[in-house]
T-cell receptor, first 117, second 112 residues
């Protein structure tokens, strides 16, 4: 079964709306979770690393005030796309690894397809 | 040199064919390696881990060549359902707290 749950799976909303996406690790604790974005026919792009109890680490070129990340517990991280515009339309995917095990793979959530009209 | 490199393809093969992909990595200290499969408009899903001694799972065989710094994935008796993008992933820092580094993927198209 799924080890990382992401919600919602699909969002369509008007320009200017803020959208919150949740990512939960279901059967393990994740000090660190990862947020990716993928445009059609392009590769995964890491946006930020979400750290439980501290500030997220953003990749170069990703606006931290635009993409707010909150990692309030060891099983939940949220990404909020603030004042979303059509260019923010994309496939957003979260991922997590089991706490502290260096040889463990990353497990991905089902992804959230965001469409801004 | 990019951290993780893959031939983007597409690899077009007929059903029943054997196909192999390679993935090179630049950090010689990398310790763990994985192959993922991503279907169109879906999230990546773990296909298999790659062990030093090589490992096999049904029609899929993964191998690691540390000397030349690459991993490989061999698919035997290709099925139509194998059509997907295959991503390799490397843990460059031997840490459980950092993201794996993903290749951009190799697209496989299996035709009847």
């Amino acid at each position: 079964g799924a080890v990382v749950s992401q919600h919602p799976s699909w969002v369509i909303c008007k320009s200017g709306t803020s959208v919150k996406i949740e990512c939960r690790s279901l059967d393990f604790q994740a000090t660190t979770m990862f947020w990716y974005r993928q445009f059609p026919k392009q590769s995964l792009m890491l946006m930020a690393t979400s750290n439980e109890g501290s500030k997220a680490t953003y990749e170069q070129g990703v606006e931290k005030d635009k993409f707010l990340i909150n990692h309030a517990s060891l099983t939940l991280s949220t990404l909020t796309v603030t004042s979303a515009h059509p260019e923010d339309s994309s496939f957003y995917i979260c991922s997590a690894r089991d706490l502290g095990y260096s040889n463990q793979p990353q497990h991905f959530g089902d992804g959230t397809r965001l469409s801004i009209l | 040199r990019k951290e993780v490199e893959q031939d983007p393809g597409p690899f077009n093969v007929p059903e029943g064919a054997t196909v192999a992909f390679n993935c090179t990595y630049s950090n010689s200290a990398s310790q763990s390696f994985f192959w993922y499969r991503q279907d169109c408009r879906k999230e990546p899903k773990l296909l298999m881990s790659v062990y030093s001694s090589g490992n096999e799972d049904g029609r899929f065989t993964a191998q690691l060549n540390r000397a030349s710094q690459y991993i490989s994935l061999l698919i035997r008796d290709s099925k139509l359902s194998d059509s997907a993008t295959y991503l390799c992933a490397v843990n460059p820092f031997n840490s459980g707290y950092s993201t794996l580094t993903f290749g951009k993927g190799t697209m496989l198209l299996v035709s009847p």
